[in-house]
């Protein structure tokens, strides 16, 4: 499994700030077609793991959000009996808790960016 970009070799610890390095990457399917990577790293400081989600796993979580809204909308508002809006609003719920996760996702990602290491592996603030 090819690991991140040289680039993204080194990211940010979580706990101490100081840089951690990359340890695996591992490749997340859908009935066995690749949907993405998602890597792991270790800060050789503290000894804190995390694990970062790549590109392909944010475009399909985006894909299942915008998913699960429009068939959402289809069940509110449908002209049929109350308890299929009642299930849009469980697929509305469903939406809303992936959003969530990717927003979390995101965060670390953002919060471990590469860019924040200088020239020197100090971690810029």
């Known amino acids: 499994m090819a690991g991140p970009s040289a680039m993204e070799k080194d990211r940010a610890c979580l706990r101490c700030a100081r840089p951690a390095s990359w340890t695996v990457a591992h490749g997340q399917t859908y009935d066995g077609i690749p949907s993405g990577l998602e890597y792991s ?46 299930f849009g609003g469980v697929l509305i719920a469903c939406a809303v808790a992936l959003l969530g996760q990717t927003v979390y996702r995101l965060r670390v990602r953002l919060l471990t960016s590469p860019s924040r290491i200088d020239h020197n592996g100090v971690v810029v603030r």
């Open 41 to 86: 790293y270790r800060c050789s400081s503290c000894g804190a793991q995390f694990s970062v989600l790549g590109n392909g796993l944010f475009f399909w979580s985006f894909v299942g959000i915008a998913g699960f809204l429009w068939f959402a909308s289809t069940f509110i508002w449908h002209d049929g009996e109350p308890r299929w809006s009642n």
